[in-house]
């Protein structure tokens, strides 16, 4: 293929990821972000997909856990009301998603989807132009209650 120039918007782990292999293809990138990298999920999240987290996040009982959540400092989502035409539409589309029909559809996708990440993280590890932590030691869950663990699984 021939080398284009290519100009990446957001430098999270996807922006990242997906640099790294179109430089690795050849081409020439430039990723351009908003903040300094250290704002986004990503960095929150120390750049790692889990392979072990399936559910998708619209999913039944979202709504109202969401909104319980916006009440409380120490959750892990939040979202400024406003009347925005984008967030209006995104939030009836993530509403008439939170079904168990839409569950099960998108179980298989991102379970795929996190295993090959998983590969891909293992493949990057190996490679001497990336100098990154990683290790694979599995995952302890707890769970405070049975239902808590049902819910997730
Ligand atoms: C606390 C926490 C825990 C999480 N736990 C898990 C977990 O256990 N398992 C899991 O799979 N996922 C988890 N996630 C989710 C996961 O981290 C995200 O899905 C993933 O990091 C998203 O990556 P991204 O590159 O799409 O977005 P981000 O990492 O958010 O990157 C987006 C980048 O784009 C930039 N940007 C945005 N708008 C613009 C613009 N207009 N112009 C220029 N730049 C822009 C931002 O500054 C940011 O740097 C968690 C997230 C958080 C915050």
Known sequence: ???????????????????????ADGH??????KGNLKEGASHLNAGYL????????AAPGMISKGMRWMFDA??????????????????????KSCTPNHVQRSLK??????????????????SPSLDFHLETKGLLMAYQSSQCRK???
């Open 50 to 57: 889990t392979p072990s987290h399936i559910v998708p996040m």
């Open 74 to 95: 120490s959750s892990p989502f939040y979202i400024k009301p406003r009347m925005n035409k984008d967030l209006i539409s995104w939030g009836i589309k993530f509403m």
């Open 1 to 23: 293929m021939a080398q284009k120039k290519i100009i990446i918007i957001g430098g999270g782990i996807i922006g990242l990821s997906t640099a790294y292999y179109l430089q």
């Open 109 to 126: 996708t991102i379970l795929d989807i996190n295993l090959l990440s998983k590969e891909l993280y293992l493949e990057m590890q190996q």
């Open 151 to 153: 819910r997730r699984s």
């Open 28 to 33: 020439e990138v430039v990723i351009v972000d």
